[in-house]
């Protein structure tokens, strides 16, 4: 008797543990992708200027700028600034290029509603002018970007003064910084992760933005144009030659395993591969 009633008590507990409510994962952040305008290039001479093996033609190339907007829940983050907003309706030229600039960050972000104080976070995939030059308007984002760009940002004589000036908040102590010495997973759950890829600078990176349609990764300047990635073009001002073609393997490596949308963010026909502003991607 005793061992049937421990019996039937086991089946009731069995029974009553599979009735109850389970506790429920939390469900996954949605994640929104928005390409922003943040230049337009002519490069007068850029086989001189993206080829240290003299591959390209010497004539004019015409080539775009590109930042873009990552919602992750009810976050934001950019990825990358672009060009200064000191162009906007004004433009430079001199004899290796001529740079123009349509609308500014701030400008494009009120069209989302979306004001300056709730970008959270700035990641900046390299030191170069041309991805640094508005992110003054955000002071209260968290900068990440990578260690050994940003030391030569500190230095007494940085490679790029606009930069640095652009960044100063940030290099003088006054904002939040991540130095960044290896891929870093932004919010932690592995939906937007940047990558570490030396060469083009010391402390490069790329993005890689999990959407539920699919993963996309952008480049940073791993690649300026689509030609590049067939020949395996390393421009002559690229900070280590050997770093820059171990980093185009590590790309192609994860784009091929992944299956995802490569978007060369100076390729004019690589950004037309995601919406159009202001739709997004998702």
């Known amino acids: ?3 049937r009633m421990i019996g039937a008590a086991a089946a009731w507990m069995m029974l009553a543990a599979a009735q109850a409510p389970q506790p429920t994962a939390a469900p996954a ?6 390409r922003l305008d943040c230049g337009e290039f002519v490069i007068n001479q850029y086989g001189a200027f993206f080829s240290d093996t003299y591959q390209y033609p010497s004539g004019p190339k015409d080539v775009v700028g590109s930042c873009y907007l990552i919602r992750h829940g009810d976050r934001y983050m950019l990825w990358d600034t672009g060009l200064t907003d000191a162009l906007v309706g004004s433009g430079f ?3 290796q290029q001529t740079l123009r600039l349509r609308r500014s960050l701030v400008d494009q972000l009120r069209e989302l509603d979306i004001r300056p104080e709730q970008i959270e976070l700035i990641g900046i995939s390299h030191w170069h002018f041309d991805h640094t030059g508005q992110a003054r ?7 990440m970007m990578g260690a050994g760009d940003l030391e030569l940002l500190r230095s007494p004589n940085p490679p790029d003064r606009d930069s640095a000036e652009a960044l100063a908040h940030w290099l003088t102590g006054g904002g ?6 290896r891929d870093h997973d932004v919010f932690g759950d ?7 890829m030396p060469g083009h600078t010391p402390g490069h990176h790329a ?3 999990r959407l539920a349609s699919g993963p996309v990764l952008l480049t940073g300047d791993v690649y300026h144009f689509t030609e590049q990635v067939e020949n395996r073009g390393v421009p002559p001002f690229n900070h280590d030659r050997a770093d820059s073609l171990a980093s185009m393997d590590r790309f192609d490596r994860i784009a091929r395993n992944l299956g995802a949308r490569v978007i060369i963010q100076h390729e004019p026909a690589d950004i037309g591969k995601l919406p159009p502003f202001p739709e997004a991607a998702r």
Do not use: I
């Open 1 to 3: 008797m005793l061992k």
């Open 29 to 34: 952040a949605e994640v929104s992708l928005w």
């Open 93 to 95: 030229s001199n004899a």
């Open 137 to 143: 308007h955000f002071p209260q984002a968290r900068l």
């Open 176 to 181: 939040q910084v991540e130095a960044l010495t």
């Open 190 to 196: 592995g939906r937007v992760v940047l990558l570490r």
């Open 207 to 209: 993005l890689l933005v």
